[in-house]
């Protein structure tokens, strides 16, 4: 079992930045991909960016240049830095990440409550 608690998330005016951080805990000897995705009022939910234990990161469009995903593997948490944040990226931001299952590839991938971020004047 993968328990994880996001923080960070708040109010922040047009052009501010906050960083996100979703901490991993219970019983489980690695995780795979960490990441996040967000949901806002009435639309689907979409990725925000993933990590790879290998360091490779992935971002969607609309973040790119914008946010930068991050992890410290000794404390399981993935962290997500965002910039320039605009109204369009007010959303319910949930932390995910996939624990690896014994005897294959597949994942099982666990999921955060969320943190709420606004952007408002």
């Known amino acids: 079992q993968v328990h994880l608690v996001e923080s960070g998330g708040g109010l922040v005016q047009p052009g501010g930045s906050l960083r996100l951080s979703c901490a991993a805990s219970?019983?489980?000897?690695?995780?795979?991909?960490m990441g996040w995705y967000r949901q806002a009022p009435g639309k689907q939910r979409e990725l925000v960016a993933d990590?790879?234990?290998?360091?490779?990161?992935n971002y969607g469009d609309s973040v790119k240049g914008r946010f930068t995903i991050s992890t410290d593997n000794a404390k399981n948490t993935v962290y997500l830095q965002m910039n320039s944040l605009q109204p369009e990226d007010t959303a319910d931001y949930l932390c995910?990440?996939?624990?690896?299952?014994?005897?294959?590839?597949?994942?099982?991938?666990?999921w955060g409550k969320g943190t709420l971020v606004t952007v408002s004047s």
């Open positions: 995910f990440a996939d624990r690896p299952i014994p005897g294959g590839v597949a994942v099982q991938r666990y």
């Open positions: 219970g019983s489980f000897n690695s995780l795979d991909t």
């Open positions: 990590i790879s234990t290998g360091g490779n990161t």
